[in-house]
């Protein structure tokens, strides 16, 4: 059963363009949100993280929206730039369990 | 946050052989986790390790071909026993640990190719 349900698997974004990448969850016991980062070859870095008392956390050019009744939250990567190209993992955890979603590969042209 | 130092980085193995991947942590963590990522997927989890008792197998791992060691709070080991081409996977070692929440914190992975 897929607890965590990610879109797209792929996008491709004009550098200075706005990624969009959206996650669905199903258990309400999840309180943690995280999202990673993974380049080739390395492992999965946390880039930023929500609780579900909030509805927005914004780091930078890295925001998380997150909506507690639809049971779905989303990144927004803002002015996207060639190096944000990886594939991002939204996850969903409550303590000794993170689940991860699917992934998404973003290319962000030059 | 920790610091997580996996070895090897890559190896390519021959079927039938086993391979002992270590994570040493740089601080002491009570829940350690090992993940397979299949090339192209996502993270699926293998098993928790605890110090001082058994590891918890998910659904569709054994203990049989993932033996796995947890001496103290700072480092484990996962063996890959018996292995053929469909292990070929990055397996990533995992901690928890707790700031003002929690977290999970990642080392850099595992590749292995079996050949």
């Known amino acids: 059963q897929q607890q965590v349900k990610q879109s797209p698997q792929s996008l491709i974004v004009q550098k200075g363009g706005i990624s969009i990448i959206n996650c669905a969850y199903e258990?309400?016991?999840?309180?943690?949100f995280p999202w990673y980062q993974q380049f080739p070859g390395k492992g999965p870095a946390l880039l930023i993280a929500?609780?579900?008392?909030?509805s927005e956390k914004k780091e930078g050019r890295f925001t998380i929206s997150f909506n507690k009744s639809a049971k779905q939250f989303s990144l927004h990567i803002m002015d996207s730039q060639p190096g944000d190209s990886a594939t991002y993992f939204c996850?969903?955890?409550?303590?000794?369990?993170?689940?991860f979603g699917s992934g998404t590969q973003l290319t962000v042209l030059p | 946050s920790a610091v997580i130092s996996q070895k090897p980085s890559r190896d390519i193995c021959q079927r039938g052989t086993s391979l002992t991947i270590q994570c040493q942590v740089d601080?002491?963590?009570?829940?350690m986790f090992w993940y397979r990522q299949q090339p192209g997927q996502s993270l699926t989890l293998i098993a928790t390790a605890n110090q001082g008792s058994e590891a918890t197998y998910e659904s569709g791992f054994v203990i049989d071909k993932f033996p796995i060691s947890r001496p103290n709070l700072t480092f484990s080991t996962l063996t890959v026993s018996n292995m053929s081409p469909e292990d070929s996977s990055i397996y990533l070692c995992?901690?928890?640990?707790?700031?003002?929440?929690?977290?999970?914190?990642f080392g850099s992975g595992t590749r292995l190719t079996v050949v």
């Open positions: 995992s901690v928890e640990e707790y700031n003002s929440f929690y977290g999970y914190t």
């Open positions: 929500i609780r579900p008392d909030v």
């Open positions: 996850a969903a955890s409550k303590p000794r369990q993170l689940t």
């Open positions: 258990n309400t016991a999840f309180d943690y």
């Open positions: 601080s002491q963590v009570t829940m």
